[in-house]
Each structure stands twice: as structure tokens, then as C-alpha cells.
């Protein structure tokens, strides 16, 4: 496995893309997400109260754009604190360790001496066991099978706690047996129909397990294709018939990941067009889709993200 985690391999990548946008608008996509913090520290969605999931996405965003400030930061710590890692899902747990991590870089306060020395070996204990014959991680406690993002998220945790992933060639064929003919790979096993982010997750999993097979990428590229919109992004899957942020950072992300040119399959300029026309919204922040009313942390998140990487892509360069 890498020796630096791959969210924060990416998270310099995407700031590294956005270095040279103009100071107004990074403080225009800074002052959304600022406003999304809540007075016990964390950032809400859309609506209700702090949340963990999205108050990741809140303090990443907010990296991306140099706006992680140590006041902001250190007003995020309580939340943070009083969070129980250890009885945590998945999803939880990934976003509680990256938030964790990038606070202890802006602030110098490491979160997890609040807890007992055998943290590390309490949090392997948990992520096992959502581990399922199939040789991948389920989505819950009751989950009987294994699911393809919930074991990408389960990977990205091993890393941020230092450690491998148990039975590493379990996890692979676990993978393998995701692929389907269309060359994509789905989420769970009955599933016939690839979608765009289980097979984003599929890709960058088999990196980190140096198992990907340069042999798959030709039914990769095929998948893409398939579901490329004429709006210029990608979508979720061939049945949705428009592009949406999340599909189309991911689907970026892994020609990135890959080394595959963006122009085999889409016009690096019409990605640009399709975000900063629809989805950029002149206020601050990003929805999601064409039809969605309203942005949110994660979506702004998706949108700096896209952006960064085709700041970041040589395509653009050309």
C-alpha cells in the first residue's frame, strides 16, 4: 500500500489545481461553506443539524480553496471530540479520521489522545467486522454481502490508521468479480448494470492493492463511453441521461488515476463549460445537477474538485 494515504495524495492535487484561481472567487466558495458551520463546530448538508459526513467534505472543500483557517478549524474541534470513532460505520469513521487529520495539520491538535491506547486495534476490530465471505466489507452490520465503495471507503480508513488491508487477495477477486461485460464494475454482486462511481472506487482500490491490470483498461474506456452525456460530464450510470458532479469528478479522477488522456472521451473545455455554466453557482458554492435547486458542501467539494483536475490535467495545458 502507498505510503501516503490517497486522500491526501489527492487533496494536494486538487489544491495544487486550484493555486492559481482568483482570490475573489475562492473567497466566494469559502464564504458558502463557512456558512454551513454550526455553532457546535460541525457543518450541516442542506438542511438540519452538524453532521460528520458532511462536515469532511466542508473542511476539504475549504483546503481547496487556501480557506482553512486555524479559527475556523479550531471552532470544528468539539464536534469533533465528542464523536465516538470506535462505534462507528464506515462512512463515519473515514470522514471522522480525515477530518481528524486535517485539523491536527491546521491547529497541531491531535484528536485521537483523547482516547485509549488500543484505539488503533479497536478500529481494525470494528472495520473486520463488516467483512463478509465474499472477501469484501458490507454496508452495515446486517449486510450480507460485500459492497464495492464501502470496501474502497473500509481501504482508505487501514490507510489513515497506518495499516494494510487483511487478506489483500480476498479483496482483489472480490473486485474482479465486480467487473461486468459492459467493462465497468458495480456496486453489489446481483447487479448487471456498471455505474460510474463503484467502478471510480473499483479503480482506485486496486491501485492501492497494486492489482490493477493494465489489461482492464481498454473495457474501462469502453465503459466511460458509454456513459458520457452530451452535456459534457459523465453520468451515473447508462440509464440516468444526464451528467452529474459526483459522476464526473470521479469519472475524471480515474482517467487521471490511469494516465488516459481526458480527450479520448471528453473535451476537457466542455466539462469546464458544463460546471462553471451550470452547476457553479456566481454566490458561492456548486449543485449537483442541472435540476437540482440548491448546492451543498459536498457537491461544492465535487465542482472545485473537477476543476482542480482539469487545472491540473496537461489536456488543459495543450
Not at 245 to 268: C, V
Request: with cysteine; net charge negative; aromatic share 10%.
Amino acid at each position: 500500500m502507498s505510503q501516503e494515504p490517497y486522500l491526501i495524495q489527492l487533496a494536494n492535487r486538487l489544491t495544487a489545481g486550484l493555486s492559481d484561481w482568483d482570490t475573489d472567487r475562492c473567497a466566494r466558495h469559502a464564504e458558502f461553506i463557512v456558512a454551513r458551520q454550526q455553532e457546535d463546530g460541525g457543518f450541516m448538508g442542506r438542511d438540519g443539524d452538524s453532521d460528520l459526513y458532511y462536515t469532511s467534505f466542508a473542511l476539504r472543500g475549504l483546503t481547496l480553496v487556501s480557506s482553512l483557517t486555524p479559527e475556523i478549524a479550531e471552532r470544528a474541534v468539539p464536534f469533533l471530540q465528542h464523536q465516538s470513532p470506535a462505534q462507528m460505520g464506515v462512512v463515519d469513521l473515514v470522514s471522522w479520521l480525515n477530518s481528524a487529520l486535517m485539523l491536527q495539520v491546521t491547529t497541531g491538535i491531535d484528536l485521537t489522545t483523547a482516547f485509549s491506547s488500543d484505539l488503533i486495534p479497536q478500529l481494525c476490530g470494528r472495520l473486520e467486522s463488516f467483512r463478509r465471505d465474499d472477501g469484501g466489507y458490507a454496508k452495515s452490520d446486517q449486510g450480507a454481502a460485500g459492497s464495492t465503495y464501502q470496501s474502497f471507503l473500509t481501504a482508505l480508513c487501514y490507510q489513515f490508521l497506518g495499516q494494510s488491508v487483511p487478506r489483500p487477495n480476498a479483496l482483489i477477486q472480490f473486485l474482479y468479480d465486480r467487473q461486468r461485460d459492459d467493462g465497468g464494475f458495480v456496486e453489489i454482486a446481483p447487479m448487471k448494470r456498471s455505474g460510474t462511481n463503484p467502478t471510480a472506487a473499483a479503480v482506485v482500490l486496486l491501485n492501492i492493492l497494486d492489482a490493477w491490470d493494465a489489461d482492464l483498461e481498454s473495457d474501462l474506456v469502453h465503459f466511460l463511453k458509454e456513459v458520457r452525456s452530451d452535456e459534457g460530464g459523465f453520468q451515473a450510470n447508462t440509464r440516468i441521461p444526464f451528467a452529474d458532479g459526483l459522476s464526473t469528478f470521479t469519472g475524471l479522477l480515474t482517467l487521471q488515476d490511469l494516465g488516459i488522456p481526458t480527450k479520448k472521451l471528453l473535451e476537457p473545455e466542455r466539462i469546464r463549460q458544463f460546471f462553471e455554466t451550470q452547476l457553479e453557482f456566481p454566490t458561492g458554492g456548486f449543485r449537483g445537477a442541472h435540476w437540482d435547486d440548491q448546492a451543498d458542501v459536498e457537491y461544492t467539494f465535487y465542482g472545485l474538485g473537477t476543476l482542480a483536475l482539469l487545472n491540473a490535467s496537461s489536456d488543459h495545458a495543450e
